[in-house]
């Protein structure tokens, strides 16, 4: 097993940004509830424990609090911020409610100690801080490692146990000498290696599908999307001619999408490849239908009727592979302030249905998004594929406001393919988050040579964020508007209106829907 990081999870917004970052620095790292049994940890054998940060104090009725006993395991621990806290209540120092909450950057100071944690960093860092409460007394056998304008203890250690702990946040980017801190604590205190790679983990899934599955048969669901596309090439690269991977087209895909789909992994890849062509079943059931809500349920659950009929024409399989990821399966800690507890997709279309008596695989359960992408390269998949934009499982039925029409299908799609074009001609498209053509329902009068036209309006939205949560528009320069806005017009019939949508998230959302 690979050598690994324990961070027991305290409700801080930045507990996955941690798990993050020490993959970055090669060495694999899980996030466990905050109360996960000390004897349980000791059976993973890591080779560090974090104690994340956390919105609580440690002295609240209600303060998520370790098991104490994780302090007799002889493990390397670095606390952070509420985690440091943490250590000051367990091992004898104390923490008193600041004047005021020091939130923001900061100036570090680095004492003299031969700190482990600022090997090779100058003396003077700027660091982030948020926190409320703050250390007054060292815990006993601990010293200071580095100050603040605001903190006698803003690092301290204790070097015979290796046990650290820090008042800032190292793990965010406003940190900018945060990953050289994690860093030397996985690497020279922990004494980990530099093993976890998207090279060796290819490896090492692919051994462990072979020895889920046996002989026996796995059925995937090919969506086009990053996620599908990975998990696909991966137990292809494992178990071959035994996948057979279900592409149903809802007939609310981009344009060339099923083509694309077809070619790169029936041809490429030679993946054994199911195309279901639903479309008229979709725009059947869609017709009528204004309600956004509606429409994500009729084509969740359409897509799982014929995602079901097209697994028994594919033969009988055993297993259902799905593309999940890491954050899917962190259990969120509900701790009020705690955002990540609030993220769980309401967007999810819908699971398909344990009744289908399936055992499920899922070889990207324990990757970030991140990695997952690299994953993709690893294992020879394209760079549009690897890279590509987040889209929305209901597809343009979210981007066509009102009725999905088969005529409005098309029109998005071709307005659609214009601002991808020109985002990927002007190497944009693989720098923001998201950009897309919304068409909006209404119509307009408009002139075109001597006659006068009546039709509808397209949206464009470009946004940039980190995880979809917020979002703020893309400024796009006026050259690549006035492109897009003169080739939607001349070129997509049905269109005389192009506008730009302003609005950021919150209070607005990405999608229109
Ligand atoms: P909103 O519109 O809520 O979207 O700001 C946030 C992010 O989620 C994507 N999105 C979806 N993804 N199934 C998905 O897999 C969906 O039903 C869905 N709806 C929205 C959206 O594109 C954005 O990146």
Not at 122 to 127: A, E, F, I, Y
Not at 144 to 158: G, H, L, P, V
Not at 480 to 493: A, D, W, Y
């Amino acid at each position: 097993m690979n050598e690994q990081v324990v961070i027991l999870d305290f409700g801080s917004q930045y507990t996955q940004v941690i798990a993050r970052r020490i993959r970055e620095c090669k060495v694999y790292s899980i996030i466990l509830h905050y109360n996960t049994p000390a004897s349980e940890i000791s059976k993973i054998n890591p080779k560090g424990i974090i104690l994340s940060g956390g919105p609580s104090s440690v002295y609240s009725r209600k303060a998520p609090l370790p098991d104490k006993e994780i302090f007799k395991l002889g493990i390397p621990i670095l606390g952070i911020c509420f985690g440091l806290q943490l250590m000051a209540k367990y091992l004898n120092g104390k923490v008193e409610k600041g004047q005021k909450r020091e939130y923001g950057k900061g100036l570090l100071t680095i004492k003299k100690s031969n700190c482990l944690l600022f090997a090779g960093l100058p003396s003077k860092l700027q660091v982030w801080n948020s926190h409320g409460d703050k250390l007054t007394k060292l815990p006993t056998g601990f010293k200071t490692a580095a100050i603040t304008e605001n903190s006698k203890f803003a690092a301290i250690e204790n070097n015979k146990s290796k046990y650290y702990g820090l008042q800032f946040h190292p793990e965010v980017v406003h940190t900018p000498k945060g990953k050289k801190i994690i860093s030397n604590f996985v690497h020279k205190i922990c004494k980990c290696g530099r093993k976890w790679t998207m090279r060796n983990y290819v490896d090492q899934a692919i051994e462990e599908i072979r020895e889920q599955v046996g002989k026996e048969k796995v059925i995937l669901g090919l969506s086009g999307g990053v996620d599908s596309s990975v998990a696909a090439a991966l137990i292809h690269k494992a178990i071959g001619k035994q996948l057979t991977c279900i592409f149903v087209n809802n007939g609310v895909l981009r344009a060339k999408e099923a083509d694309a789909v077809k070619k790169l992994f029936g041809k490429t890849f030679k993946i054994k490849l199911h195309y279901e062509d639903a479309t008229a079943l979709f725009l059947r059931k869609l017709r009528n239908v204004t309600d956004p809500e509606t429409k994500r349920k009729i084509i969740g659950n359409t897509f799982i009727d014929v995602f079901q009929k097209a697994t028994r024409k594919a033969g009988k399989a055993k297993f259902l592979a799905q593309g999940t990821l890491y954050p899917d399966v962190i259990e969120s800690i509900p701790i009020a302030g705690n955002p990540a507890a609030l993220i769980k997709s309401h967007h999810n279309v819908g699971g398909l249905p344990e009744k289908m008596n399936f055992k499920l695989i899922e070889p990207l359960r324990c990757l970030f998004k991140d990695e997952v992408r690299q994953l993709g390269t690893e294992l020879g998949l394209p760079k549009e594929v690897v890279m590509r934009q987040p889209f929305p499982g209901p597809g343009l039925a979210v981007r066509i406001l009102g009725e999905v029409t088969s005529e409005r299908c098309e029109i998005l799609r071709n307005a659609d393919s214009i601002v991808v074009e020109e985002m990927k001609s002007n190497n944009l498209y693989y720098k923001i988050w998201q950009s897309f053509a919304v068409l909006l329902p209404v119509k307009s009068v408009g002139v075109m040579g001597d006659e006068r036209t009546y039709e509808y309006t397209i949206a464009i939205r470009a946004v940039e964020s980190k995880d979809g949560m917020t979002a703020d528009w893309v400024k796009l320069p006026y050259k690549i508007l006035e492109t897009l806005s003169t080739r939607i017009i001349n070129e997509v019939k049905g269109v005389n209106r192009v506008c730009m949508d302003i609005s950021s998230k919150p209070p607005a959302t990405i999608e229109w829907e």
